[in-house]
């Protein structure tokens, strides 16, 4: 078997290739948000949703063909939460991953309509999962989670609560609800719909949600870790920038001690319910491994 | 069988109803955006498109309860866009039907959201179909509908060119994509979920499309020719607009003469296919052309 870094590389590339076959052409009168939407896509991430999306599939002997429009569309739901992040009325940001964000390039009005565009396409893309599957209900399960681990009790209501509060201090409630949704929602849908349309129990399926959630508090906490203790260097963004920004993070909360030992007992607990399972995926260990001990 | 008017007042009632069960409950640490969806869903629409998913579901003989999420959905989606277009950075619109609008009374930031919220909530009402539905596959396609005719090559790609091209002539091919668009693939997709749902054929769907989208047509056009003929207590908003803000209309590139025969011809010949359908819905045929011949 190849290192994981090998397979890694190897797995994201085909997730790459996946993807490509649901993003758009351009061309048609309205090109320039396909432009957009494709900039936005091609920027660089990590591809890590998709990659849940395929291992926890494969973690349950599924089959690819019903997970593959959902690798595309964890992707895109992701994206858009990106692009209207940096919206000026949101964070205002210019920049994203050293390239101009979608807004800054193709104006504010386009950047609404890109984020919406890909929301959509996310369904769009989910919904020929119904082409080709022999599982109808599964998949209908799996667009039920997908919408609603990006709404309102999801990933959307975190953005609402952290936008709320942003410049105020965070009470650890609103905080642990932040981090919880904000985040953790497009986790936890990404393993949950790689399991539910491999046909994963109730029992499994809870498990996948726990073990979600806790690498995605443990990826946050350890976000606000690096930031006091990584370098510049290392992390490829400007540290201490949550001091400076009077940010309340896990750490100036609970200080930088207790955010490790979270960080552990997350961790711990998550594969101590990988392994509890009666079915393994080395890779889909060492990806989750990955994510929580990363060190940028 | 009580007239026109009463029925369509019951039906829109109904429909309401049927809406109101899907909106969320305002309570959470994301309480803000629930009222701000709640606000702009009870803002006083017509109605049209669930009734229109509703009475063409009722044409084929359909299932109502596999309708319900759709009409809700379909409610949703158009919400939505109205709230978005209102944006600053879009129509820049303080107030819309004589309250203000979500951005307006909400936030910016808010009103991004809220839209963002909608569109997701729009796909988590409809996957409830799922749970009730006896046909899994016929709710598949109608997911795929409702993304498609809501996104880059629905709704979302005539708002796009609609953007692009503000204050600046617009030729007649591109104002024909946006009408088709921007009101036309919504029509159509309410009409078509319904069909699909209680499982018209391939050529009964065809003719279904069509109708809508003459339909869309029509009622665009007829704004147009409103927007110059009519007076502002009848529309309940200012007339000539068009002409003040030099919009490019159907009625300032072709005429109001050519504007009104091809209205008549759009509202003819949408009729005429609904004639030959083997199935009969005297309620959907008096709701067309009652959109086709509005005085406001």
Redesign the interface.
């Known amino acids: 078997m190849p290192d994981f870094k090998t397979l890694l590389s190897e797995r994201v590339k085909e997730t790459e290739r996946i993807i490509a076959e649901y993003l758009?052409v351009e061309e048609?009168?309205?090109k320039?948000?396909?432009e957009a939407?494709n900039y936005s896509m091609n920027a660089g991430g990590k591809r890590l949703r998709p990659l849940l999306v395929m291992e926890t599939c494969r973690l349950f002997g599924g089959d690819r063909k019903d997970a593959e429009p959902f690798m595309a569309a964890m992707e895109m739901i992701h994206t858009?939460s990106l692009i209207?992040d940096d919206?000026?009325?949101?964070d205002n940001d210019q920049y994203r991953r050293g390239k101009k964000s979608t807004w800054a390039k193709y104006?504010?009005?386009?950047?609404?309509?890109a984020?919406?565009?890909l929301?959509?396409?996310a369904?769009?893309a989910a919904?020929?999962a119904?082409e080709v599957t022999k599982h109808?209900?599964r998949?209908?399960?799996a667009?039920?989670i997908?919408?609603?681990k990006?709404?309102?009790y999801g990933m959307?209501?975190?953005?609402?609560?952290d936008?709320?509060l942003t410049n105020q201090p965070i009470p650890k409630?609103?905080l642990d609800?932040i981090y919880r949704l904000k985040t953790g929602a497009l986790l936890e849908a990404s393993m949950l719909i790689g399991a539910v349309l491999a046909g994963a129990g109730q029992q499994e399926c809870a498990k996948i949600s726990q073990i979600a959630l806790n690498v995605g508090l443990a990826f946050q906490i350890q976000d606000d870790i690096l930031d006091v203790t990584s370098s510049q260097e290392v992390l490829g963004k400007p540290v201490g920038s949550d001091e400076k920004n009077c940010k309340t993070t896990y750490v100036t909360l609970e200080g930088i001690e207790k955010a490790r030992e979270e960080v552990k007992r997350l961790s711990d607990e998550a594969l101590s319910i990988l392994h509890s399972l009666d079915v393994k995926n080395e890779f889909l260990e060492q990806l989750i491994i990955m994510l929580i001990t990363r060190e940028k």
């Open positions: 758009p048609g009168h309205q320039t948000i396909l939407m858009s209207h919206l000026p009325c949101m104006g504010e009005d386009m950047g609404v309509l984020g919406d565009a929301i959509v396409e369904f769009a919904s020929r119904f109808p209900y998949v209908g399960e667009f039920r997908l919408a609603e990006t709404g309102i959307i209501g975190g953005q609402v609560v936008v709320e409630d609103k609800f």
